[in-house]
């Protein structure tokens, strides 16, 4: 059975990769098509364009994801795959130009940039032979690995429905696929938060603040708020899906409140990252 580390451009997803090699380590990426989200090095922007098969404009998360993905290769000396799903304006995009935007209930943005992608390119990487994929929950989250074991069969696989061929009249044939094997070599080997800190402190590799998009919707408002203050045009990005599509309830980020609001708001304290840890951040989950 194939190993595979999914990297989120964390550090536990990073400690991961390099203290338990894999056959293969990947990376999904989230991109926009907006200019005014344009990575700004453009020899890096093409670089990026190369890996993955189509035109890098920029991400939705903070720009030193990029460069953490570069520097962990480098550091581990293996290949990442790079891979990515639809961008996201395509992802909110309904016919009528109307919005329909992922929230807590419908986390159809993590599926459609993350979970599938990673999927079909297991599927097309492996001939659709079940994997042993290394998910990065640490030694204080095994109710959540427990909850994820739950939902797999009684082999320990972990199925999902895909579709790689089509009926006679066209519609896609969809079938059940058992795709992977859960491993928890973290919540195994006893490794708590701290331990990962430590691990980073004298390495090379450079991390964002803060991962998962700039605008997630799980974030706090206080949190979005120190967002649009330091990454105000990819914070736009998430004000302008909800303008775009007022006249629909469903085009809201966030139950009770819109972005702009937020952006307007007065904060009466001065933040920094510091006063928000991973809790805070959101969490995109494979």
């Known amino acids: 059975m194939k190993t595979v580390n999914s990297l989120s451009g964390g550090k536990t997803s990073s400690f991961i ?54 520097d962990l290769e480098q550091m581990m000396g293996r290949q990442i795959d790079w891979i990515t799903g639809p961008c996201f304006d395509d992802v909110v995009k309904r016919p009528g130009d109307k919005k329909y935007l992922p929230n807590k209930t419908q986390r159809f943005c993590t599926i459609k940039m993350k979970i599938e992608p990673i999927f079909y390119w297991w599927a097309d990487k492996m001939n659709r032979e079940t994997c042993e994929m290394r998910i990065g929950f640490r030694a204080n989250e095994t109710r959540r690995a427990k909850a994820m074991l739950e939902r797999c069969d009684e082999n320990g696989i972990q199925h999902m429905k895909g579709t790689f061929e089509k009926h006679p009249d066209g519609r896609n044939k969809w079938i ?9 070599p973290l919540i195994d080997d006893g490794i708590f938060k701290d331990s990962i800190e430590i691990y980073w402190q004298d390495k090379s590799v450079r991390f964002a603040e803060m991962n998962n998009c700039v605008g997630c919707f799980h974030r706090s408002p206080i949190l979005l708020k120190h967002m649009s203050n330091v990454q105000p045009d990819k914070f736009d990005w998430f004000v302008k899906q909800e303008q775009s599509g007022y006249e629909s309830n469903q085009a809201r980020w966030k139950t009770g409140m819109r972005y702009e609001d937020i952006k307007r708001h007065k904060t009466q304290l001065s933040l920094s990252f510091d006063d928000f840890n991973e809790c805070d951040s959101g969490y995109c989950g494979l």
Do not use: W
């Not at 990769?17 to 990947?26: I, L, T």
């Not at 990575?39 to 998360?61: A, C, H, N, W, Y």
């Open 176 to 184: 059940d696929v058992p795709y992977r094997k859960p491993t928890f």
């Open 17 to 70: 990769a390099v203290k338990y090699p894999a056959d293969y380590n990947v990376f999904s990426l989230v991109r926009t098509h907006d200019k005014s989200c344009l990575f700004p090095d453009e020899k890096v922007r093409q670089m990026v364009s190369d890996r993955l098969g189509v035109e890098f404009i920029g991400t939705l998360e903070m720009d030193t994801i990029i460069y953490t993905m570069l």
